[in-house]
């Protein structure tokens, strides 16, 4: 069940340039490249003559060269050449996706492009470029469906049994006030702690050695887009719902995250995790970004243990999206997942197809 | 085609322990421990909430921890803490399986618990722990369905073609009397061989030079048992039958298998080759159980060879069960797979389900 | 859609001897050896009594000892030995494949043995034995169904964009006269250019400084035979049609090829591209077999990543047949494809059963 009229990630800036670069996004094979002005493009990779992927041939200016027969196709996905002929032939068109480059993401339209408007690219990735900011950054390929990704960053009392080294510890998930806000099809989810002992990681960068007030507020976009805002200060302090949202207080993080399916049970996960350079001195900055890739990995080994669990259980696809119970933990989650089956509805209902 | 209303060895006793252990068992997915006493527990391997698989969190006292929101199960697969709640939630449950440890295995129960007696569990493998006796010992994971390897161990006359440079020669094949008897569930195939030329094996450790008489039995116990007692003596000497069950006469050795189907077509194989220590000598100790190992490892070789010719033949479950014809080596083994689907059909008609 | 009733090569004869050689064919499994007088023998590669592969077992004399029970067969397919009895079943039959060694391949006939015609052997493979030329000669495996391989071989625009550093350059795709001819069963290419620029290959290895005339001429036999003359002249000395089809001019190579199905989509290639030795000198012959095992190797990438891409798509299976549309290079591999479907229509009718 994907989404098609959104926009999703194709990759990192840095990724796309002048080699072609193929890659499987939502079940279709996708080309991406370039132009010479640095545009980038992002085709259909299928020689509609013999199947080739186009990533196998080569560019000539902003044009693909099929590395089988020759034919050439523009960024517009029409053919403008057959070798020994005259003429193309009219038939042969790829099929081409609206492109927009933001924040060091190429993203990419699936779906139909009339209905592509970029103002609908969520914005809160600025960080991925802002020089106040340290980063820890990565694209992990993770073995499982994407809304396994999506569950983990909508309920972080995961933090206390996975990330227990780390941003993690018993508070977290003992002592958390929850609260679930939706703006239309946006979900936000803040768990408030207050007077609770620090984790290691705000023990280690912020000094602390007593109680603290702590906040996490995880914003869900469709299609799969996660942004989470860490803070923490001195316990009694507190924090009022706009700190909660935007700001890190005395120690704290940002955390983005864009998945894009590959497939039914895999996903690129694309993901930046910022600290601002006032609380990541200088010489803990290894040290952040070598946690913080850390931490993606031990949620990796969770999604990845999960989807081999489900892969088992012949009931599993229902097991997926009904749980056999669930928990006062999973409202964020569960508003999330039934923001997508009503999006997903509505995409079907428009397309004229029963929903799946 | 599984029985489930069974004892299977789910594991040696020494694998067992104070680390959470995941296996694949009958395509189910369990989780094994020890608890502070000392006594084996087995569980489902999925926490209710969200499939993942418990084998990934830790032991708490006698509980699991889920490694991912911290819900603690306890041996009865009731949930008794969930983080941040008062209470747990009643719906959050996981399966527990019937364990009962004998003979340095860990036996479980996969069909109905009410059922389960243990007077049933195969009493034969007491030479795992006797002191008398030495032991090759071991867990071969096969890559072909458990009943090929009850085949192999049911019709022993596979020695000279597979196991030629140890206990089998042109004798065993061609020279045997079988006899199969059948009392209940037990199949019982006896091979008498008068007055042939020892095999090699018989030749290094009991130093015959002359021709021998020999015995090889073989039981089947449902599900999955094989007890093989295989014996030698000077030739004209003979052997009655209670000898030719029981006792190894002047050379020879048992032989123990516990099959633990993991899917369809992959198998636990737990196995123990023992000789008594006057039969081995302190010298040779070694040269057995390295022999051994090459046995068991030959046999591999043969049933993963079958799967894969008969994974190639669409018309393989069939053949499997029904191959183009039989012969008269075979008539243990028929009757083993008789057993098998006659039990299997008295389990689905107590389910009230059509036999598959 | 494999034709059945047809020549097939089924191993190079240096491979086929006195060691079993299991191979799966047209997905299924057979089994070659060598006679003690060296005539080669194909057998279905599973005994009839518990589907092990008869190359597990071992040769006595012409005959093949089953490896896990002693069965033993004759060439003929029929028991000759069942051990402990004094007569084998009747039922013990393995299937027997029509085989015929001829030019350094071994050849069988998968289908009905009473249409097996030696006559019907392609003749052209004369190459693999004669002194006077040089050869590059392989066996690739292909993870591929074996028409993608004849598309390629059909349609030798792609030296251009494939065999850029070799055979090809702009002009072999851009300048050729294309002509398709069929005779029966037999479809033939020929491709002319006249007063092109000389690839790198033909500079390289006859001096051309000049431009020359080029032909190429792909010669398709069913069920998957490829036969290329590839000849030059000076330009303006041209070349007559059988020039075209049998001489290579001033500089050229033939190749063969022998397509055989593995399975839908993996194939076993058989090839021999072969030089006179008047036109590859002494100290460029370790350069000519090194370039072309280098063009084999780049057609295999075209062809894996074509079936990678076909796999990927859904509605693939239609598309392999029908691409969106052709282009008029296509003109030899679709008389071939339309051949493919005759033949196979036609022996699906004498079976009576439907075509496919």
Redesign the interface.
Known sequence: MFLKNAWYVAAWSKDVGRDLLGR?LL???VVLYRKEDGTPVALE??C??????LS??RLIGDEI???????VYDCAGACTH????AEP?D??TVRTFPVVERHGWVFYWPGDPALADEATIPDYPKHNLDEDWIRAQGQTYVKAGYRLVL?NLL?L??L???HGSTTGNRAV????N?SVDQEGDNVRVTRWMEDIEPALAFREYAGYTNNIDRWQMSQFLPPAYININNGSVDAGIGADTDTRNNDQGKWGFVVYHAMTPETDTTTHQFWTVAGHKDKVPDHMRDLFVEQMHGVLKEDL??YE??Q???D??PA?PN??AN????????EGLLAMRRTLRRLYGDEQKAEGVAAE
């Open positions: 499987i079940n279709e094979y990779n299928r509609p003559h013999r199947n080739l992927p196998e041939g060269e099929c590395g089988y027969h020759g034919m057959l070798p020994g002929s032939p038939w042969a569950d309920d009392s995961h206390t049994y996975v998930a003992e002592a958390a929850l080994d969770i243990a999960q081999r669990a489900i088992m259980d599993a097991r997926d749980p056999r119970g669930t928990i006062p933990a999973d």
